[in-house]
């Protein structure tokens, strides 16, 4: 019998000093993972050019060139003329072609901005954009768009090129940011 209590009271120390208990620490599984890298114009959220000035390159990115290296005009304009202000609508759009209810959402809000040198020539607009920004007249340089599943919301550009000369370039970035939900208030 007391060889009996000194191996149970053995194996409890031995249990104890191993910390045996219900912390998870590790799992091995394989699963298949596809994504499928696409251009611009063909993604769930996808920016389409609706405008000549707008298109997709061969590296599927969309691209904005009022300039004379836009392939759409070979042998054509050069760019705008100084001093003038220019209201392009429908440059390009923005779908939401995500699967209904994605994430737990029916929609997203797609931030659309221009910033550095750009965004001393170009303002954006959108009829859809919730703060306001739906006309060339009260262009900004951001928008911001809920567009729900399945719909698509276009971008505008205001170009103002006073106190610029001929020959001048002005080269920049226009950042799309996309996330879940309304748009911050």
Request: aromatic share 12%.
């Amino acid at each position: 019998m007391t060889k009996l209590l000194l191996l149970l009271m053995s194996a409890i120390v031995a249990v104890s000093l191993l910390g045996l208990g219900a912390d998870f620490r590790s799992y091995d599984a394989e699963r298949n993972f596809t994504v499928a890298i696409v251009a611009d114009d063909q993604e769930f959220i996808d920016l389409t050019p609706i405008q000549p000035y707008a298109y997709i390159n061969v590296d599927g990115k969309i691209y904005f060139d009022f300039s004379q290296y836009n392939p759409n005009y070979p042998g054509g304009g050069k760019g705008v003329s100084p001093n003038t202000t220019y209201a392009f609508d429908k440059v390009f759009k923005v779908s939401n072609d995500l699967w209904e209810g994605d994430s737990g959402y029916n929609g997203i809000c797609v931030e659309v901005s221009a910033s550095g040198n750009v965004a001393r020539i170009l303002k954006l607009y959108s009829p859809d954009d919730v703060y306001g920004h739906t006309t060339p007249g009260s262009a900004d340089t951001s928008v911001s768009m809920f567009i729900e599943g399945g719909n698509s919301s276009w971008v505008g550009f205001v170009i103002d090129s006073n106190g610029y000369t001929a020959g001048n370039m002005v080269n920049g970035q226009i950042t799309v940011v996309a996330h879940a939900g309304s748009c911050p208030e």
